[in-house]
C-alpha cells in the first residue's frame, strides 16, 4: 500500500525525492502520512481536493480488498 502510495505521489510531483510516507498502524485502521515539498503540495492536494480525494479512493478501495481501512493525510 505504502507504495502505490509514492508511486501515485511521485508522478504528480516536480520533486520526486522529496515524496515520504510514514506508516500508523492501529488495530483496524492504518493511516499513511504523505510528505512532500511545500512547493508540491498544491500538486498533491488539486483544485477543490480532488486529487486528494480520488488518491483516498484508491486507498481506500485498496484497503477494502485486504479487510483494512486505510486513510491518507497529507502533511505540511
Known amino acids: ?3 502505490l502510495i509514492e508511486a ?3 508522478a504528480l510531483v516536480d520533486m520526486p525525492e ?3 510516507v510514514a506508516e500508523v498502524q492501529g488495530e483496524k ?3 499513511y502520512e ?3 515539498s511545500q ?3 498544491g500538486k498533491v492536494i488539486g483544485k477543490q481536493g480532488k486529487t486528494a480525494r ?3 479512493t484508491i486507498i481506500g478501495a485498496a484497503g477494502t480488498k485486504i479487510g483494512k481501512r486505510c486513510v ?3 502533511l505540511e
Do not use: G, N, P, Q
Open 34 to 36: 504523505l510528505r512532500v
Open 54 to 56: 480520488a488518491m483516498r
Open 8 to 10: 501515485m505521489a511521485k
Open 72 to 74: 491518507i493525510e497529507i
Open 29 to 31: 485502521t492504518t493511516v
Open 39 to 41: 512547493s508540491d503540495l
Open 1 to 3: 500500500m505504502r507504495t
Open 18 to 20: 522529496e515524496v515520504k
